[in-house]
């Protein structure tokens, strides 16, 4: 099924308390809900390294950035994806457990 994505990609992320943490790089759906259930954040030099956010939670402010309720260290000490991420039960179970969330 195709997804009108929001339009979060390529926008800054930033934290809970606004330190800034990377890019949007993707919007993952839930397949059975049809919503958006994951962030794909890009950090690091170049923004080579890639994990997953919950988007539940997340918002994007005035000027597009978006906020995920999450601190810094926590996204950053996500396990971390290869792009393109194919969101398997493996890889949801794996950022659940991790972010204490049911997605």
Known sequence: ME????????HDVVGQHGEPIGKAGDVLYDEVED?????????GLLHSKHTLVPA???YQDENGTVVVPFDKETVKHAPKVKTPVA?????RQKFEEYYGVRS
Do not use: M, S, Y
Not at 4 to 9: A, D, G, R, S, V
Not at 87 to 91: A, C, R
């Open 35 to 43: 919503r958006p259930a994951w962030i794909q954040v890009d950090q």
């Open 87 to 91: 969101l398997t039960g493996e890889v």
């Open 3 to 10: 997804h009108e994505q929001p339009h979060l990609t390529g």
């Open 56 to 58: 539940e939670g997340a």
